[in-house]
């Protein structure tokens, strides 16, 4: 490309060289926000899936429900950047997700700053695909973001945008998968929850839904570099605020 | 990825770049041609030994284009059809997006425009677009003074613009300035780009031109977004004082 005109000879060449790093394909998986609600979906998926899990927590944090499953433990603060470097060099990895999320009203800036750590690190180690878990309403989703809520949701969504931004600036190869309504934890997915790179759509999604989607994409090309928003239109919901909020989103499409 | 997977795939990449180089021979189309910008950038490609080519509206006045030896293409930059039309007009291998509307009131422009080009360059696989953007989009929004109360909307749309640029999955430049002086302020020789994104300066338009043609397909500029400085430029006493505000609150928020 460019200046540059590969022969076959140079390019063989380099498929061969990269080759010996194929030792990172076996290499595993570091999770952020393993401890969350989401993130323990997706360690169990992992897990169930054979991959050799590292999840990153406080030394504060409740590893009750990940220590049955088995999986190592890196311990660091996500806004200190040297914590984060030091987990991803205790690799090699070769996926990165981000299941983080804080909860109530911490500092929006939370979801700028571990993210420009972890993109900055994954890069920088070589990991193959960081998966971030985010919301809708960041970048070009911002057109469907609820008004209503904005007034109070404004800063996190934009602190959200900012750190998408980090991960797509860094080089790090990228899956973004979004959701806008995340269901309460016990709801299972309609078995028909889908991926969309439609920007422009809303909907209600489950967490193991979530969990389904990061499996699928990893090491997936047709993942990398992608944006998603994650949905379930088939799901049955009792009623109440979250059938009313599907219902508001139908009514908006149409 | 098994190794003989990647091997494979890298030298498939690779015959893909091969051909993507035969383009190395197109042409170079720029938007915003006939503005101030566009004007020193057309003159330092032609001086290049460039094929230009000027998307240009058919009522735009192209008087200070006309003793150029380059060639035109018609149409509205919101017309997605005309857009589209003007990229499978000949062979370009990059793009140059230097529009600016007068006036703050029509920020949605730099979005929609920004669409249509980002699409049509990844349709036609132009191998580099280079936008001329501006310092407050993006994640330089996080250092900005003034943002909120003079430049919100019109930022927020700049970045989105950005947005489409980076998603589109075209190799993709991004220029961005702060303050640009008045025509016809001439750079001191000194002018810099950094990917500091929380720098900032003045800078002029031929110093701006002359980024563009040192970035023109080089790897070096691919998939990086640079913030232009000027320190040693002649500027009026506003300009100075403004950027003396800006750097003083930078160094309050330390």
Not at chain 1, 203 to 217: H, K, M, N, P, S
Not at chain 2, 25 to 47: M, N, P, R, S
Request: net charge negative; charged share 25%.
């Amino acid at each position: 490309m460019f200046n540059l005109k590969p022969s076959a000879a140079t390019c063989l060449a380099l498929a061969f060289t990269l080759s010996p790093f194929t030792a990172f394909a076996e290499s595993g998986v570091l999770v952020f926000g393993g401890t969350g609600k989401l993130g323990l979906e997706i360690v169990a998926d992992l897990v169930e899936a054979g991959e050799d899990v590292s999840v990153f927590v406080r030394p504060t944090s409740n590893r009750d429900q990940l220590e049955p499953m088995g999986v190592k433990f890196v311990t660091g603060d996500v806004l200190a950047e040297g914590d984060v470097e030091a987990a991803l060099k205790s690799g090699p990895y070769r996926v990165v997700v981000d299941a983080l999320a804080r909860d109530g009203d911490v500092n929006p800036g939370f979801y700028i700053d571990s993210m420009e750590y972890i993109s900055k690190w994954a890069q920088q180690t070589g990991v193959n695909q960081v998966i971030l878990h985010g919301s809708v309403g960041a970048g070009l989703s911002r057109p469907i973001y609820p008004e209503a809520r904005w007034d109070v949701m404004g800063p996190t969504i934009t602190a959200k945008d900012h750190g998408e931004r980090h991960l797509m600036e860094s080089g790090a190869p990228y899956t973004i998968i979004r959701n806008l309504v995340l269901l309460p934890a016990e709801m299972k997915e309609s078995g028909k929850a889908e991926m969309t790179t439609n920007q422009l759509k809303r909907g209600v999604v489950t967490r193991d839904a979530l969990a389904r989607f990061t499996l699928e994409c990893l090491d997936n090309a047709s993942c990398i570099n992608e944006i998603f928003h994650g949905y379930d239109d088939a799901i049955e919901l009792p009623p109440g605020r979250y059938r009313d909020t599907m219902e508001s989103f139908r009514k908006a499409e149409k | 990825m098994p190794s003989l997977l990647r091997g494979l795939s890298t030298a498939i990449l690779c015959t893909l770049l091969s051909s993507a180089a035969v383009k190395a021979d197109g042409g170079v189309l720029v938007f915003g041609g006939t503005g101030q910008l566009g004007l020193e950038i057309v003159k330092a490609l032609t001086a290049k030994g460039e094929d230009v080519t000027v998307f240009a509206r058919p009522q735009s006045d192209r008087t200070s284009l006309g003793s150029m030896n380059i060639s035109f293409v018609t149409g509205d930059v919101l017309n997605e059809d005309d857009v589209s039309a003007a990229f499978q007009s000949g062979s370009f291998r990059v793009v140059i997006d230097a529009l600016a509307r007068d006036g703050n009131d029509d920020a949605d422009f730099y979005i929609e425009s920004m669409e249509y080009i980002s699409r049509a360059a990844k349709e036609t696989g132009v191998s580099q677009v280079i936008l001329h953007g501006s310092v407050g989009a993006g994640l330089s929004h996080l250092s900005e003074r003034d943002s909120e109360e003079d430049f919100g909307p019109l930022m927020v749309a700049k970045g989105l613009g950005e947005r489409y640029l980076m998603e589109s999955g075209t190799p993709y430049t991004i220029i961005r300035n702060w303050a640009l002086l008045p025509f016809p302020a001439k750079e001191s020789g000194q002018a810099f780009m950094t990917e500091d994104q929380s720098a900032r300066g003045l800078i002029t338009r031929d110093a701006l031109a002359r980024f563009t043609v040192e970035c023109l397909n080089q790897a070096r500029c691919i998939n990086k977004i640079f913030h232009t400085v000027d320190d040693a430029v002649d500027a009026p006493e506003r300009y100075r004082s403004s950027l003396k505000a800006q750097r003083d609150w930078e160094k309050s928020q330390k």
